[in-house]
């Protein structure tokens, strides 16, 4: 990935392209009040950010996106003040402490599952370790490639036998999966659930990758700290973001974002509507429990788990919904619902 910043230019032509492809949701263009800058992904996973947009005006504010695929180019974005807030995912925080950024915070959850496993039709599984002997596709350097791994060696899996083969997202894994050169993959929605569609793939039914003592945590959201001083502001959009999640848990409003979003049909979109879950909630062990297992899977040069803690802020969270730190960590009860065991 490229460290390379944006020029002025190049950043607008990002960001304006963003905004003329969502008929559904509403554009910065001429709204009142502070405009609050988002880089995102056109990923279904992402709806509730990119629904903030319809949310933003009763707070008194606007919002405009910027379309950048990885989490490592929106946090660097944010880094950077190029926007106020990003994407992120649970292994960030602890890539934030590894490379001593410090004026990024994780202020909010958002998705949960919405990414595992899937066996070519004709393939089964009914525990870990009919895994081996099997070849399984996986995309470098993601969190779900660990989810995976760490899922199968607690399921009792000698994960030597497994055979791991690099796959890109995209028609390069769903064309491994149809010619049968892997017997199953290991990516995100809506991928997974267009492969469930079509009738080439299925979800095991006793395995799941948020099975795992890490749990079905996926991402959330990062802010920067210039962002976060003007309270008001941040407490303002949280609200706004709240609501918006809220309402991503409805699969009728869900579904009509997604389709407009990532350019999926309906059926796909309420697909994955079945298989993630949107929640503010921040799982603070599963966002330390990955730190530990930064050096393990490259992520990080060294355990920086005792410094994640610092780099998570409940206090917006808080203000926007009257609830307690206590009441805002861990896993959601619908999420845990989605868990296949």
Do not use: C
């Amino acid at each position: 990935m490229s460290g390379k910043l944006w020029s002025r230019a190049e950043f607008l032509r990002t960001t304006l392209g963003a905004l003329g492809g969502l008929a559904v949701l509403r554009a910065a263009d001429g709204a009142e009040g502070p405009v609050v800058r988002i880089a995102a992904s056109r990923g279904v996973v992402s709806a509730p950010i990119w629904n903030v947009a319809n949310h933003a005006s009763r707070y008194g504010f606007s919002t405009q996106m910027s379309v950048l695929f990885t989490y490592a180019d929106q946090q660097r974005a944010a880094q950077n003040k190029q926007t106020e807030l990003a994407t992120t995912g649970i292994n960030n925080p602890a890539i934030l402490a590894d490379q001593g950024i410090t004026n990024l915070r994780f202020v909010a959850g958002q998705q949960f599952a919405g990414q595992n496993l899937i066996l070519r039709k004709g393939v089964t599984a009914n525990a870990w370790r009919d895994l081996e002997g099997k070849t399984i596709g996986v995309v470098p350097g993601t969190y779900v490639r660990a989810l995976f791994l760490i899922a199968a060696q607690e399921g009792g899996a000698d994960l030597n036998k497994i055979k791991l083969v690099n796959v890109s997202v995209g028609a390069t894994a769903l064309e491994a999966l149809r010619k049968g050169d892997v017997d199953g993959f290991v990516l995100f929605a809506p991928m997974t659930d267009q492969v469930v569609l079509e009738g080439i793939g299925h979800y095991p039914p006793k395995l799941d990758v948020g099975a795992s003592s890490l749990g079905p945590a996926n991402g959330g959201i990062l802010a920067n700290t210039d962002f976060l001083a003007d309270k008001k502001l941040a407490v303002n959009f949280m609200k706004a973001y709240v609501d918006s999640l809220h309402e991503m848990q409805n699969e009728a409003a869900f579904v009509k974002v997604a389709t407009q979003l990532a350019g999926i049909q309906p059926a796909v979109a309420q697909e994955a509507f079945r298989n993630l879950y949107f929640s503010e909630m921040i799982d603070v062990r599963a966002i330390t429990e990955a730190a530990k297992l930064g050096p393990r899977f490259g992520y990080t040069k060294s355990d920086v788990s005792a410094k994640v803690a610092g780099l998570i802020d409940f206090g917006p969270l808080m203000a926007a919904t009257g609830k307690t730190q206590q009441q805002l960590a861990g896993t959601p009860p619908g999420a845990l619902k989605l868990v296949r065991r």
